[in-house]
């Protein structure tokens, strides 16, 4: 962890007019768009996953039920005791993430035996801030497509798990009954009516047996079917997915691009070319004041030297501020540094990266921090912010900015925090953005390592 002092030059990001005095409006970036491949066909009835189905499925059929009853029991207590209003809520609500650690398991579970290449299920969470987001967050995991098709296939798989087990018990019956001449048993009936003598008894446990385990594969099968039906997206709405996908991204893109080209155009408009046509007009004065005043013109002279520095070094903040070389060279962590030794505010940095990421992920990430720190200097006055990097485990490369300023800060479009938001989208990635009044302001990002 490293503490940057306070020095002159502003962050070289870029800039923004995200006011900090105006009404709170946390924003979120569009839903994660990171577009992933299509994956292999799987064959559910290999032999190793068709004995591996077969043994979850005896498991979810003693487990399953219990579980089942649990969750209803839940759900009764939590309904009937919502007259107790703050007691059924609090059960409802622990009854929708009782859920979700099923939906949770359910998927681990399949993509384990199987290899769908599942996403892990992560909670949802609401942008609004506050009780408000509290309670849309909540609503938002109710109704979550993605965990009620697990929990889904989970009853499905309890149902198979049921019946598997009763066919278990009917093979074990059948072996028995091959068995029953050896130990000399008489009087074997065909389910308790039919007599069974001489070899009709093995003969008629060994189909019971074989039909039994044919069964138990078939079940197998069917549930492996299931599940990728059920959770595995078909290639026709992958396709879909992936358009919309490169659509969201392009049009990211397109965003981002326009407003890095308007501040390029707005900072030399604004600030190298009066200083440049300054120095002109500066040495053209000293020009004519060389032979009859030199002192003047000296004066002048070394007016416009001082002016021609101040104008390279501005050139040279513009020019980080669109592609910063230390970025490519020593990565992000040092790119980090030298940005939070530049700002006008303190800043605390917590960077922590095994590994490099793409260039489109580091840069995005870069300037999204970049554009925060600036906003929090120009508009929130903060005095401090604090900066948390970490390359996560399932390969997101993800970022949090906060500050201890005023809040209030709200997505204008060309603005500082709109251009956060068009970069990550255009790195395949999410941005989230809460401001509430009184702060403080939070600026959290997410872009796959790999886009």
């Known amino acids: 962890m490293t503490m940057a002092s306070v020095l002159p030059p502003p962050p070289p990001a870029p800039s923004g007019t995200d006011p900090a005095a105006s009404t709170t409006a946390p924003a979120s970036a569009p839903a994660a768009v990171t577009a992933a491949p299509t994956p292999p066909r799987i064959r559910v009835a290999s032999p190793g996953r068709v004995a591996g189905a077969a043994a979850h499925l005896a498991a979810l059929g003693l487990i399953g039920p219990a579980v089942f009853s649990a969750l209803f029991g839940m759900l009764g207590a939590g309904l009937g005791l919502l007259a107790a209003l703050f007691v059924g809520v609090i059960v409802l609500v622990a009854f929708v993430y009782v859920l979700f650690a099923i939906a949770w398991f359910e998927r681990a579970r399949l993509d384990g035996l199987y290899g769908f290449g599942l996403p892990p299920l992560r909670p949802r969470r609401s942008p609004r801030p506050g009780f408000v987001g509290v309670l849309d967050t909540i609503w938002l995991q109710a109704k979550d497509p993605g965990q009620w098709r697990a929990v889904a296939s989970f009853t499905i798989a309890t149902l198979l798990g049921i019946i598997t087990l009763a066919v278990a018990g009917l093979a074990a019956w059948g072996l028995a009954l091959m068995i029953s001449p050896i130990f000399g048993w008489s009087n074997t009936r065909l389910l308790g009516f039919v007599p069974l003598e001489g070899v009709a008894a093995p003969l008629v446990g060994l189909l019971v047996f074989v039909a039994s385990l044919a069964a138990i594969v078939g079940l197998a099968v069917l549930h492996g079917v299931i599940a990728r039906a059920i959770l595995v997206p078909s290639r026709e709405a992958q396709l879909e997915e992936q358009a919309r996908t490169s659509d969201t991204r392009r049009a990211g893109a397109v965003r981002a691009a326009e407003v890095e080209r308007t501040r390029i155009e707005r900072d030399l408009h604004d600030g190298v070319q009066p200083r440049l046509v300054s120095i002109g007009m500066t040495l053209g004065l000293a020009q004519t004041k060389i032979d009859d005043d030199p002192e003047a013109a000296k004066a002048l002279v070394a007016e416009a030297h001082a002016s021609t520095k101040s104008a390279i070094t501005e050139l040279?903040?513009?020019?980080?501020?669109?592609?910063?070389?230390?970025?490519?060279?020593?990565?992000?962590?040092?790119?980090?540094?030298?940005?939070?030794?530049?700002?006008?505010?303190?800043?605390?940095?917590?960077?922590?990266?095994?590994?490099?990421?793409?260039?489109?992920?580091?840069?995005?990430?870069?300037?999204?921090?970049?554009?925060?720190?600036?906003?929090?200097?120009?508009?929130?006055?903060a005095t401090g912010c604090r900066v948390h990097v970490r390359l996560r485990e399932d390969g997101t490369l993800w970022a949090r900015v906060e500050d201890d300023g005023l809040g209030g800060a709200r997505i204008v479009p060309g603005g500082g925090l709109d251009g956060i938001v068009n970069r990550v989208t255009a790195a395949g990635g999410t941005a989230r953005i809460d401001s509430p009044q009184g702060?403080?302001?939070t600026v959290e990002v997410n872009v796959p390592c790999a886009s």
């Open 316 to 381: 040279r903040q513009l020019a980080r501020g669109i592609h910063a070389s230390v970025l490519d060279d020593r990565g992000l962590d040092a790119a980090l540094s030298a940005l939070a030794s530049r700002s006008h505010i303190p800043v605390t940095l917590d960077v922590r990266l095994s590994r490099r990421c793409s260039r489109p992920a580091e840069a995005a990430v870069y300037f999204s921090i970049a554009e925060a720190l600036t906003n929090a200097a120009k508009h929130s006055r």
């Open 439 to 441: 702060g403080p302001t």
